[in-house]
């Protein structure tokens, strides 16, 4: 995978984005009960009761290197996927602050492979909250060639991911950890703000805030479906578009069919005016003979 090449040949040593306190209260090291052979290598130990224990050390440098890599894209190039409620928050808050797209709840086929569809994107890197609820997306994004960073667990796949950034992607105070630092990071590589020091927003703002009234509509009313109010024109508008194109298109066609139909008439007639000659000709002839 591209990214995950660019980031061996790079090697470079990390220090902590935020204290190691605050990583290990956000549980964002605590993953499941279950690993997949994929994620064996980003596991630090196996705990008492059963749960895997990440490598906080990892979890770090690819956090980092996450940021680092969205940055080398444009926000409105950037699209986040978050099928849960807890990663929707927090991925509306960084999608607010960086400017990306966010597309919340359950993803719906054909979003990045129809252009038929209102809801058709065509971003140019993607972020995933969880690739086993959102593995639609991904799919996807690998049919189409746009690259993947995947917020993974112990238990995920990491199949057409082409940046792993294992962590707990489930908990509330973990997912909130995860878009601050990225929100953070991002806009420090962007150049935009300068140092830590400069990033007003609190922890707490991607952990308590208030969860925005689109994402709470799409989970509830729209029952997980993205909600049209989400993309840049209305449903309505652009079916309205596409009609007026389709008769458009077919008025076209009907005039090409009639330019055609003219000029294979035009052509028959002067076949015939031929063909006239051509009997007007003979019977000359014959009369000739006849003479």
Not at 99 to 115: D, E, K, M, S
Not at 184 to 204: N, T
Not at 217 to 227: H, Q, R, T
């Amino acid at each position: 995978m591209e990214i995950e090449n660019k980031s061996k040949e790079k090697n470079e040593k990390v220090g902590l984005l935020v204290s190691q306190d605050i990583y290990l209260k956000s549980g964002i090291h605590i993953g499941t009960k279950i690993k997949t052979g994929e994620m064996k290598k980003f596991i630090y130990r196996r705990r008492g009761d059963g749960l895997y224990i990440l490598d906080l050390k990892s979890i770090n440098e690819r956090l980092l290197y996450a940021a680092k890599e969205l940055a080398r894209y444009e926000p409105e190039d950037i699209l986040v996927t978050a099928s849960r409620i807890y990663s929707a928050s927090s991925a509306a808050m960084f999608c607010k602050l960086i400017g990306a797209r966010l597309y919340p709840g359950r993803f719906i086929p054909g979003v990045l492979t129809n252009p038929t569809r209102f809801d058709f994107i065509e971003p140019k890197i993607m972020l995933v909250s969880d690739p086993r609820s959102e593995s639609r997306a991904v799919e996807e994004a690998g049919k189409v060639g746009v690259p993947v960073l995947a917020l993974c667990d112990t238990d995920n796949s990491i199949k057409n991911i082409d940046w792993v950034v294992p962590c707990n992607n489930k908990g509330r105070r973990a997912l909130a950890l995860i878009y601050y630092i990225l929100a953070r990071e991002y806009l420090i590589s962007k150049g935009i703000i300068a140092s830590h020091k400069e990033f007003k927003y609190r922890l707490r703002d991607f952990e308590d805030g208030e969860v925005p009234q689109e994402v709470i509509d799409i989970f509830k009313a729209n029952k997980g479906k993205p909600g049209k109010e989400l993309f840049g024109k209305k449903k309505e508008i652009i079916e309205e578009e596409t009609e007026k194109q389709s008769e458009k298109e077919l008025s076209e066609k009907q005039n090409e069919e009639k330019v055609l139909e003219q000029e294979g008439d035009n052509g028959k007639s002067k076949e015939d005016n031929g063909k006239g000659k051509e009997d007007n000709g003979k019977s000359k002839e014959d009369n000739d003979k006849e003479d």
